[in-house]
């Protein structure tokens, strides 16, 4: 079994970089999966046309993860690789196409006919952002802050140098949350994507774990909690209650 990958509309083999052409194989590489039975035949006249061949082992998991990619569905590396594979041919000026043996398009690439969908925004709206101190500083009157909430990174924030002066002594410390005005837009996949905070104020969250937030409340004179037999089940019940309310 084969498969053809043709760049079309910008480059031929005598044309095509050396660069590009790996950053083209690792990219179908990754969209055809099955690695270890997928493998680079050669490279082929007119457009660049990019030939694979599949191991009989696995041509079957290999088409069923073609068509499930055509599809729109599939392993979330195989749907990655072919946006990254579109997204080449784009910047390429070029368009594309995956076709079978038989020379019928499997999955076609828009490549530079891509129609991209509309950005919404920018639009401001007052809220709040939680995270660690990572950075603090700079020379002008907007003093630039970061915030790390996990994995990521809130950058594009930024205070004046007062509260810049109020919030350095928390440098990597506990987690904060900041309050102030935020303008976001929403890209072309539906993703809103902050452009800037303006930070008004912050406050000190607690970090302390939830037994011990619990032990606290059962201390509290007055308090029902000392009578509940499964605290932390309550307060969980008692926040997904909340969040399915709005």
């Known amino acids: 079994m084969e498969y053809r990958f043709i760049i079309a509309n910008s480059f031929t083999p005598e044309t095509l970089p050396m660069e590009r052409l790996g950053e083209y194989v690792a990219a179908l590489a990754k969209l055809l999966g099955e690695q270890g039975n997928v493998h680079f035949r050669n490279i082929e006249a007119g457009s660049a046309v990019l030939v694979a061949t599949i191991d009989p082992p696995a041509q079957t998991k290999v088409r069923e993860r073609v068509l499930a990619v055509r599809d729109g569905g599939g392993p979330s590396d195989a749907r990655k690789a072919f946006a990254d594979l579109d997204e080449m041919l784009r910047k390429d000026n070029a368009t594309g196409a995956l076709s079978d043996g038989s020379g ?143």
Do not use: M, N
Not at 204 to 219: E, H, I, M, Q, Y
């Open 104 to 246: 019928g398009v499997v999955i076609p690439f828009p490549g530079r006919d891509r129609q991209e969908p509309p950005v919404y925004g920018p639009f401001r709206e007052d809220g709040t952002i939680d995270g660690q101190l990572i950075r603090v500083g700079g020379k002008d009157e907007t003093v630039p802050v970061h915030l790390r909430d996990g994995a990521i990174i809130h950058t594009g924030l930024v205070c004046t140098p007062e509260i810049a002066r109020r919030i350095a002594p928390y440098l990597y410390g506990p987690t904060l949350r900041v309050h102030g005005t935020g303008t976001w837009v929403r890209t072309g996949a539906g993703v809103w994507e902050l452009q800037r905070f303006r930070i008004s104020d912050f406050e000190v969250l607690d970090d302390a774990p939830l037994l011990t937030v619990v032990g606290d409340l059962r201390k509290v004179k007055g308090s029902d909690w000392s009578t509940v037999p499964d605290p932390v089940r309550a307060l969980l019940a008692d926040r997904h209650g909340d969040e399915g309310a709005h």
